[in-house]
């Protein structure tokens, strides 16, 4: 059979298998459905054009990303990533083991990390907002998950929430303006 049958066969078997799980929605008995956990946010056009005006508005925050590839600082056995590449993708461009990888992440161990320092650069800089990566590419949580032990608080002797610590700080700071907590 060419190739070009067997592909489409296969695109339109894949096609009804999704098409025939999301047409059976919850099909589970006594399936419950998921209950939002923070305060509601507001939802709708109307909502999310104001949050988009206030972002065009704001116009200058810090963006942090971070995590167990930063403690590897762009090397790794003695290979650097190349200049103009993002660090962060060190598993992929120096084809590093997944298992090896996750052994990396256990010495990850941000003992530096201030959120008060963090909240007051970017008061003093002018910023508006702060946004955080909470989970990368490489499937680890930078906050404590129940999910999953892959995690900064269980994985790393670090063993605190970033995150958590990161929200509170600047919830306090900027108190006007928080996300969907």
């Not at 600082?73 to 962060?88: C, F, H, L, M, S």
């Not at 670090?158 to 900027?174: K, V, Y």
Request: with cysteine.
């Amino acid at each position: 059979m060419p190739n070009i049958i067997r592909n489409h066969r296969s695109s339109a078997l894949t096609l009804a298998a999704v098409t025939l799980l999301l047409a059976a929605g919850n099909v589970c008995p006594g399936q419950k459905k998921a209950q939002p956990s923070g305060p509601e946010v507001p939802t709708g056009n109307g909502a999310r054009n104001d949050r988009l005006a206030w972002f065009r508005e704001a116009r200058f925050g810090m963006f942090i990303h971070w995590g167990p590839y930063s403690e590897l600082a762009g090397e790794w056995k003695g290979q650097r990533v190349e200049v103009g590449r993002n660090a962060e993708w060190i598993m992929k461009f120096l084809k590093i083991p997944a298992a090896e990888y996750r052994e990396l992440a256990r010495q990850f161990n941000p003992v530096k990390f201030d959120a008060e320092a963090w909240v007051r650069l970017a008061q003093a800089t002018g910023m508006r907002y702060l946004v955080v990566t909470a989970k990368h590419h490489d499937g680890f949580a930078m906050y404590h998950s129940k999910v999953s032990p892959y995690n900064i608080v269980d994985w790393t002797p670090f063993q605190r929430d970033p995150l958590r610590e990161q929200g509170d700080c600047t919830i306090s700071h900027f108190p006007t303006r928080t996300s969907s907590r």
